[in-house]
């Protein structure tokens, strides 16, 4: 579910009543719409659905029914002149407003921190021979930044990213890399910035082996250790079968 905020927000209250005569449906919508945190671009709207046919609307700008068929009309006329539409303009400050400022609180002043990984990728340029990638994940809301430091310097040549990328969970990811020549003892770090952090925080690309080539170490030195067990296991179990064996001299 991706906001709408701040390109548009609605917020929305239905009531349904279904009529058990012929199958009639009547359908009242209560909107609120805005567009910025300072709300004032509010609007109120109270909208009447008769067989998926509006047939009249009370509009808070212009602060009136308005009637969109016969009956619409009729009705919205009687509205205006027995006062139901300065009645229904107090749900401005009486219904909009409040429920806005809880959907800002649980909804759109949130924040969640990203998920970020630094691992060697394949190099696809000749001039160097080592390729990073910096990855964010699970991060919202949009608007975070990827450097890469050098030895604490902030490097620009070499550096490629992606754009942020919607996951269509209100979550984003993005990706960084850096293309570059080693040198002995020197640090490489991701530093990201998001609305999430108090500060900015640095992730530290860890040389020592490349990803691929410690996932093997892992594996193979689990096979080991898995191989002495069995090893283990076969020698007590030989052990004990020989100790209560009787040899039998041959005639």
Known sequence: MRPWFPSAFRALAALSALSAVDGYFLHMQRECRYSSEDLKDIEYFDRYVFNKLEYMRYNSTLNKYIGYTDIGVKNAERFNKEGEAERQHGNLDGYCKPNAELDFDSVLRRTVEPTVKVKTAEASSERHTTKLQ???????????KLKWLRNGVEVKDGVTATEELYDGDWYH??????????????????QVDHSSFSQPKTYKWDPSLPEGERNKVIIGASGLVLG???AIAGLFYYKKKSTGRILVPSS
Do not use: K, R
Request: some cysteine; proline content about 6%; charged content about 10%.
């Open 134 to 144: 910096c990855s964010a994940y699970d991060f919202y809301p949009e608007g975070i």
């Open 173 to 190: 990811q993005i990706h960084s890399y850096l293309e570059f020549t080693p040198q002995s003892g020197e640090t490489i770090q991701c």
């Open 228 to 230: 002495l067990v069995f």
